[in-house]
């Protein structure tokens, strides 16, 4: 293979060397006469920084973010100014830590051609700076100023900020404790503008979230020591919370901690929640962490990443004006600050280092936000906060106190005051409702199978499955009261326990009605039809009134839940933002379930001695006064409130409506159930049952008395008229015409009246159907049924006549049909 021969470096001096220098020459001449347009055309786009670089204690922050500005002027020009044919430039000033200093400043960098500012480090300069620079045609954007007051444009119309502001910074605070499952916190902040405007935003967000703050405690750190640390901690300590939430600087906490730690505050059972300033939980959102560390790793000024939110102030600046010179007509207006639009107008979104940097129209950053982790010295981010909807999505697994994942409770379980749906407590009381439900589910079921029986029958299957219905309802309602209630829960617990009394009583009420009304009544049952929807529309309204006064409470004042808390014990209860309203419609609702409950006992009170088959009517009374008896026992604990007994009185209350549910099933489902057992067993057992009544009864005979011509005796029903509560009965009519004496006994308790034949005012009655009125001699006036017409003209012409009428040929007994 033959070699390649080297090639031989020019001499200086030769022709070759000469004739690259001078093409070289011509080229940079050609290049710098095409770039002479250009740049005398450019607009400068003069930016000032106020910033206290030279501060003992901001100097260094100030620094790394002035550090971050100037690292990235080459890249504003390159990729937003210079391809519009503009020039960004920027102006450092330093401020000193002196607000008179930043406002004599600003005018300065007016002066100076400046269109916009970057700066101040902290809220209280850049609210004056601010001002001054509007005032002076200036924008001014601040990477770390947090303060809610400049979110306000009436009176800050030039300031923006890619910096959240302390309203979503609390916000996002109260959102990520509430997505921890904590409920009570407490509060120790710095008496700082910046702590105490960040600690009103949480304390806001929180209320809303059903989050107690337990206390705030307030440190003056600007005195050395700082004074009220011995008192605020104690009140933490005896507060009763686990979780304490420290808004303030970081070296406010640096300060403090060693006497945290000495009052017992840091161990196990302790979480410590920290905001932006002290760079432990809450940051602005960082979708492009290895982004800024390349860049820090570039730059080695920039000290933290918080400084790369001044680099995004000045990108949105340049940004902002270089979109309004293009629009301009005269760009003199918007470089000597007459052009001025409002921040809204003015920025545009862009994907910066910080991640997608968005405004509002109050020019506040719109960000997520990072919880992150510090614990063995190391930070680590855990959750991300979504502000769109507030979710908070797990990272990674923090690591508390103890070492573990394991989320402490925000207070001892000792002195929680409600049941949480993780406890064993919880599963018992849930595993006994749901078993007495289930219970009383399958026994309506076994009903139906048997409802050919006459106590079936008799109650009715529909009032079996209504009370069936009701009684689950009041057991669902009861597991609405295990946990943190919602707002959903409050309204749902109101709403089943009043269809649930609806469904138990009314259909009750409305058998026993039947029953006063008719029961008895052989010439009524015999001609009863059955019942039409117009007869039932009322009992229907009556059911319904109940629901819909609660329905109406929720539309004009809905429940909602309400934390209770004392240092040694937290609940909840549910109740209305309107007390008025709330106690209006609580009254009323127990007002209605009295007066249905009322005339439940007084018609049981009135049928109690008739005989049916179910006997219902008897222990329909058992339920009631069971119930009136429960509703004395749980009155006390509903009216009244005591906090440090939340928890009792919740084991109280669902004892006792696990008892009345169970009685209720006792004395219907079960009753039933065992008296058709026994029904049957002595049905088709060796004795079979006596006959419900004599065949008189069933006939509605008068029958010869024997050795006694004139005297009969017969089973009717009877009703006194204008007795109170008065209802149809069976009673023995003894028609003793020799005698002289007419008697009517009730027939299941022998009590009655025997008056004088010559007292008795017999009449047809005009109010009752084939009925003979009996005036008897204390005034009191009985009606009897007749079994027909026939046989009433008989009876009404004996006691008319005082004769009874001649016995058949062949008997000794008279047979009046």
Same mark, same amino acid.
């Given at each position: ?138 924008? =001014? ?44 916190? %407490? ?7 910046? %702590? ?58 640096? =300060? ?32 492009? *962490? ?54 809204? *107008? ?38 991300? !906060? ?12 923090? *690591? ?5 994942? *394991? =989320? ?37 079921? !076994? ?371």
């Amino acid at each position: 293979m033959a070699a390649r021969r080297a090639l031989r470096p020019a001499v200086a001096g030769s022709p070759l060397r000469l004739v690259t220098a001078a093409l070289v020459t011509l080229w940079t001449l050609l290049a710098a006469i095409a770039t002479l347009p250009h740049l005398a055309t450019a607009d400068e786009i003069k930016l000032a920084g106020i910033l206290p670089v030279s501060s003992p204690d901001d100097g260094p922050a100030a620094s790394a973010a002035v550090a971050a500005i100037k690292a990235s002027i080459d890249e504003v020009n390159q990729s937003v100014a210079g391809p519009a044919g503009h020039k960004v430039s920027f102006t450092l000033y330093d401020s000193q830590w002196s607000i008179s200093k930043s406002v004599n400043l600003a005018f300065t960098a007016a002066n100076d051609g400046a269109v916009g500012v970057i700066g101040e480090l902290n809220s209280g300069p850049s609210k004056v700076m601010a001002l001054t620079a509007q005032n002076l045609g200036m924008y =001014t954007c601040s990477g770390s100023a947090s303060a809610v007051e400049l979110s306000d444009k009436t009176s800050y119309s030039q300031f923006f900020r890619t910096f959240p502001s302390d309203n979503m910074m609390g916000e996002a605070l109260a959102q990520f404790v509430a997505a921890m499952k904590w409920r009570s916190v %407490a509060v120790l902040a710095s008496n700082t503008d910046y %702590a105490r405007s960040l600690s009103s935003a949480f304390s806001n967000t929180a209320e809303e979230l059903l989050v107690d703050v337990a206390t705030v405690q307030t440190i003056q750190f600007s005195s050395d020591p700082p004074t009220g640390t011995n008192v605020s901690l104690k009140a933490i300590a005896e507060v009763g919370v686990r979780v304490v939430v420290f808004l303030g600087e970081a070296y406010e906490w640096v =300060t403090i901690a060693p006497q945290i730690r000495e009052a017992g505050l840091f161990g196990p059972e302790w979480v410590w929640v920290g905001g932006d300033a002290t760079s432990s939980m809450l940051r602005v959102l960082n979708d492009k *962490k290895a982004g800024q560390d390349a860049f820090v790793a570039k730059n080695s000024a920039v000290k933290e990443h918080y400084a790369m939110l001044y680099r995004e102030c000045l990108m949105a600046m340049a940004r902002g004006f270089v979109q309004q010179l293009n629009s301009a007509k005269n760009k003199d207006d918007v470089l000597k600050r007459r052009n001025v639009v409002p921040v809204n *107008k003015f920025l545009a979104p862009f994907d910066g280092l910080s991640g997608p940097v968005k405004f509002n129209d109050a020019g506040d950053r719109l960000a997520d936000f990072t919880a992150f982790n510090i614990f063995d010295g190391k930070e680590s981010p855990v959750f991300r !906060i979504a502000r769109d909807g507030w979710t908070v999505t797990r990272v990674n697994d923090p *690591k508390f106190f103890d070492g573990s994942s *394991k =989320t402490p409770d925000d207070r001892p379980s000792s002195i929680l005051g409600y049941l949480r749906y993780s406890s064993i407590g919880a599963w018992i009381v849930l595993g006994v409702t749901g078993l007495l439900a289930l219970v009383i589910i399958v026994s309506m079921f !076994i009903l139906i199978t048997m409802h050919k029986e006459e106590a079936v029958q008799e109650l009715g299957l529909p009032t079996l499955a209504y009370v069936t219905i009701g009684l689950v309802a009041i057991l669902g309602a009861t597991a609405t009261w295990i946990d943190v209630p919602t707002r959903i829960s409050c309204q749902v617990n109101a709403f089943l326990l009043a269809v649930g009394f609806q469904l138990v009583f009314v259909p009750l009420l409305r058998k026993l009605y039947l029953f006063w009304t008719r029961f008895e009544n052989n010439y009524l049952l015999r001609n009863h039809k059955r019942r039409t929807i117009v007869e039932e529309l009322p009992w229907v309204l009556l059911a319904i009134v109940h629901p819909l006064v609660v329905l109406g409470w929720d539309m004009l004042s809905p429940l909602e839940p309400k934390l209770i808390a004392t240092p040694s014990a937290i609940s909840y209860q549910c109740q209305s933002p309107n007390g008025t309203v709330q106690a209006l419609f609580r009254w009323i609702s127990l007002g209605w379930c009295a007066v249905e409950l009322a005339s439940v006992l007084f018609l049981a009170m009135s049928v109690r001695r008739l005989q049916t088959a179910s006997k219902i009517h008897r222990y329909t009374l058992h339920l009631v006064q069971n119930t009136i008896f429960s509703c004395i026992v749980l009155a006390p604990l509903t009216i009244l409130s005591w906090p440090t007994f939340a928890l009792g009185t919740y084991y109280i209350e669902t004892a006792v409506v696990l008892y009345a549910c169970g009685f209720a099933w006792g004395c219907l489902h079960l009753r039933i159930y065992n008296m058709t057992k026994r029904q049957n067993r002595a049905r088709f057992g060796s004795n079979p049952p006596s006959p419900k009544m004599s065949s008189a009864v069933e006939s509605q005979l008068l029958l010869q008395v024997t050795g006694k011509a004139s005297s009969l005796v017969g089973e009717f029903p009877v009703k006194w008229v204008g007795r109170f509560a008065s209802t149809w009965e069976k009673h023995r009519l003894v028609l003793a015409l020799g005698e002289g004496y007419v008697g009517l006994i009730r027939s299941t308790d022998s009590s009655g009246q025997v008056t004088a034949l010559k007292h008795i005012h017999a009449s047809r009655s005009t109010r009752f159907p084939l009925c003979i009125e009996l005036g008897m001699a204390d005034k009191a006036v009985a009606a009897v049924q007749m079994k027909s017409e026939e046989q009433l003209e008989q009876v009404l012409n004996m006691l008319l006549s005082r004769h009874a009428p001649p016995a058949p040929a062949g008997t000794n007994r008279v047979y009046i049909a």
